[in-house]
């Protein structure tokens, strides 16, 4: 007759420990898994909603319409005012300066009516709105770097301006982008006064609609204005996707924080596995005394399942509040870079999943251990610390059904199902694998021969003796060890992007709106303080692609229903340039070059990737619509792009003869001889505002100071996500370590008694998991260079630039971990007392 369930809780609870001995590390993997996912689903889902909630603010309305090089036509700004109240202005990159100063700005003009959403707080405390007259509101930075206080007068192109405030907070600051220079707002009629919005300048107009109708579809207007306006050249957002890159790094971020919430659960079911297995090896005796006692097996399952489920309802809740905690210091990381609150977030969707997650994975490794105990009689329990216990395959069962569970709702929860499936089919095939490489160490230990040296003798026969837990300790530190990996190939990997790539081969400047006609002025103020400076000028214009393919089968982008991946080039108007020769860092990889002197056929030169993505082929033709008007040219080759070169890069490149007569500027770039002096740069800068006030000149070093920056946000919310996972790593090594040295009492007592002493038992431990550490180390290297190659490059889009001596460090930082744990743990074997073991065998 079954104990009642009273009956089996208060033998559970009399039998477990207060501070939960002997299931401590079921209750660190718990903890660690559900405190991960906690915090992800917590963070991903915070930023989820404001962006979601905020999208007018952000963007400053429900739809914004932007165009390259020219403003609104009457019957372009009619059809907008038809959905609601309109606000418009321009945004250019211009130069700012003082007598004695000069600095690069993002001029930002904005009519009256902004901001429509939100609210402009000053540095002072004060809510205003647009600045009026020559007024400007700007960015502290701006006002240090032309060295004036608010109410002094600055020099934007031919104007003179006021600071009349310093920005604090700017409502639709994320939507715009990333930033060239500092933000300077005016009044919407100051570009123009200033000589800015000349023909050929580079600026975009924007507009942005508060829909009379609040119940408006915001995807139906984008829509209805494509179809009314096909050839116009718009780039239309909405309010939905206010900031798209914003939505494309929170969905980078979700789908890697995904794989290291996954990757913690599996780590940490291992750990569990091996946690429980331990525990009711060090009940056996009460176990065997319940069964004596007539305790049935059922009883002997409720029993310990209760003080497992106790350890890991604790473990999880310590986990969700753990996770709660931490998600201001992940929203702190990434402030700046996603709106997302800085204080305490609960979400208790987020919360109830990694609850289940924690609740599942507990379950499913450690049904395998709890029902391995329960259907042998008492004398084998007894004897099990030298007759091991056979696998009983209803556990095998329960794991699977658990296990089942799992990828399930991984499966019906996440955003990405094919990233999820991937994994935990990759972490199945880990496992498999694993699990063959114990086997596959094993049989190799038995076919060894026998060395001669005692110890190592020794070591290799514990590998493949009867009940050896190889086969765990293959699983726990592969995966362990691999985690160390992980983390030192993904974070040196954004470090090197940081430090290799960005800043390399960069120019000192890049100059926009050059007049054509001062070119020759522009090379003189350049090379009367730079004699040796490096000087490039490009013709570059704005326009778009309108359609494309065969001459008589072109297909008007404006009919796609979906742009094809990869066919970034088609999204609203791009840079566009011609050329008499191949442009420096590209390759012609499909038909030829033309003449400097061709006056034929217009042709197009594109890049080879764009070409792939959208399927044009040599002899096919390309339409694009330059300030209204359409022009069509045949295309003669495809190029390779080193986009990494920093210079100026254009996926269509005209031959003259194109697009040549349509309004234009050049722009350049600048490179300074190594270790300019920085009074002569000023003077460069200041002679250039004077010379060419139309022109606006971009610090490169500023730009990468800044993307320096993010990559270094980004890197440090990675490294406390990974981090995760190593933390789990540590305690499943542990774990496994622990497992094994209630095995290990037999042995090394019987080694004592046999005269061996402390110091070869310590040796002999350290031979045996150096063997295997050794071994591992290969494994892990293998799968977490790849999980981290994943991340890298699939996930985050960047180079894989690992620093492989960073992480063969830190691999060996991991395999010492495992020998110190092993040495840590061999010292409890030598304190126990021959006598007693034997009799409690």
Wanted: proline share 5%; net charge neutral.
């Amino acid at each position: 007759m079954s104990l009642p369930l009273g009956t089996a809780w208060r033998i559970a609870r009399r039998d477990l420990n207060a501070r939960f001995k002997g299931l401590r590390l079921l209750l660190v993997c718990i903890f660690l898994g559900t405190a991960a996912l906690a915090a992800i689903g917590t963070l991903t889902a915070a930023i989820e909603r404001e962006l979601a909630s905020s999208g007018q603010e952000l963007l400053g309305g429900d739809l914004e319409v932007e165009v390259w090089q020219r403003d609104l036509r009457p019957e372009e700004l009619a059809a907008l005012e038809k959905y609601g109240e309109v606000s418009g202005g321009f945004r250019l990159q211009a130069m700012a300066s003082t007598p004695e100063a000069a600095a690069p700005i993002e001029l930002k003009a904005v009519d009256l009516k902004w901001p429509m959403f939100g609210r402009l707080v000053l540095a002072d405390g004060r809510d205003v709105g647009a600045p009026t007259g020559k007024d400007a509101w700007i960015a502290q930075t701006a006002l240090e770097r032309l060295g004036i206080k608010v109410g002094d007068n600055f020099t934007v192109g031919t104007v003179t301006l006021k600071a009349a405030g310093v920005i604090k907070d700017e409502p639709d600051r994320l939507s715009e982008g990333f930033q060239l220079g500092p933000t300077v707002i005016v009044a919407e009629d100051i570009p123009a006064e200033a000589g800015l919005l000349q023909p050929g300048a580079l600026y975009q107009s924007k507009h942005r609609v508060a829909f009379a109708d609040a119940a408006s579809d915001p995807e139906v207007v984008e829509e209805a204005l494509t179809k009314a306006f096909p050839e116009a050249g718009f780039d239309i957002r909405t309010r939905d996707r206010a900031s798209p890159g914003a939505d494309r790094f929170v969905r980078q971020m979700s789908d890697f924080l995904t794989l290291v919430g996954l990757a913690a659960l599996v780590i940490a079911g291992i750990g569990i596995a091996g946690g429980v297995s331990s525990y009711l090896d060090q009940r056996r005796a009460s176990i065997a005394t319940l069964k004596v006692l007539g305790a049935t097996s059922g009883d002997i399952v409720r029993i310990y399942a209760m003080q497992i489920g106790a350890a890991a309802l604790v473990g999880s809740l310590a986990g969700l509040a753990a996770g709660v905690a931490v998600t201001p210091l992940l929203a702190g990381a990434l402030q700046g870079l996603l709106p997302v609150e800085s204080g305490f977030i609960i979400s208790p969707p987020a919360l109830a999943l990694a609850a289940s997650y924690g609740l599942l994975v507990a379950f499913a490794f450690a049904a395998a251990p709890l029902l391995r105990a329960r259907t042998f009689p008492a004398m084998a329990l007894m004897r099990s610390g030298i007759v091991p216990l056979a696998r009983d395959k209803r556990a095998l069962i329960a794991t699977g059904i658990g296990l089942a569970a799992i990828c399930a709702l991984a499966l019906l929860t996440t955003a990405q199902p094919m990233l999820s499936g991937g994994f935990l089919l990759g972490a199945g095939g880990a496992l498999l694998l694993l699990a063959g490489l114990g086997w596959a160490i094993q049989t190799l230990a038995r076919r060894l021969p026998r060395p001669a040296n005692p110890l190592l003798r020794s070591a290799i026969a514990n590998l493949h003796r009867p009940g050896a837990p190889t086969g765990a300790l293959v699983t726990a530190l592969g995966f362990g060890l691999a985690a160390f990996v992980l983390l030192a190939a993904v974070q040196s990997a954004i470090d090197g992007n940081i430090q290799q790539r960005v800043p390399r081969e960069a120019p000192d400047y890049f100059v926009l709106d050059v007049p054509r006609d001062k070119e020759p002025r522009f090379f003189e103020l350049i090379q009367q303080d730079f004699p040796k400076a490096g000087i490039r000028t490009v013709p570059t214009m704005r326009g778009a692609v309108l359609a494309y393919g065969p001459k008589d089968k072109m297909i008007r982008v404006a009919d796609l229903k979906e742009i094809p991946d990869g066919a970034w080039a088609l999204r609203g108007e791009r840079g566009l340039t011609y050329a008499d020769t191949l442009p420096p860092g590209n390759r012609i990889v499909a038909g030829k070059w033309w003449s400097p002197v061709h006056n034929g056929e217009p042709l197009v030169s594109v890049d080879a990737d764009f070409a792939r993505a959208v399927g044009l082929e040599v002899g096919d033709y390309l339409t694009i619509g330059i300030l209204g008007v359409e022009r069509t040219a045949r295309v003669a080759n495809l190029r390779e792009i080193d986009w990494e070169s920093m210079g100026f890069n254009f996926a269509l490149v005209f031959s003259r003869n194109a697009i040549s007569d349509a309004p234009h500027n050049l722009a350049a770039t600048i490179d300074l001889p190594a270790n300019p002096d920085t009074a002569a740069r000023g003077t460069l800068l200041r002679a250039l505002v004077k010379e060419l006030p139309s022109s606006s000149v971009i610090e490169v070093g500023g730009i990468l100071v800044e993307a320096r920056n993010l990559l270094q946000q980004v890197s440090l919310a990675t490294l406390a996500a990974a981090a995760v996972t190593v933390l789990a790593g540590l305690a499943v090594l542990m774990g496994a370590i622990a497992a094994a040295r209630a095995a290990r009492t037999y042995d090394t007592v019987m080694l004592r008694v046999l005269g061996a002493s402390r110091r070869q038992i310590l040796l002999l431990q350290l031979a045996e998991y150096g063997l295997l550490a050794g071994l591992l180390a290969l494994v892990a290297l293998a799968l977490g260079g790849g999980l981290a190659w994943v991340v890298i490059t699939r996930l985050f889009e960047f180079d894989w630039l690992p620093d492989w001596g960073q992480v063969l460090a830190v691999l060996g930082l991991g395999v010492g971990l495992v020998l110190a744990f092993a040495l840590a743990g061999s010292l409890p074997l030598l304190r126990a007392k021959p006598a007693r073991a034997l009799r409690e065998l």
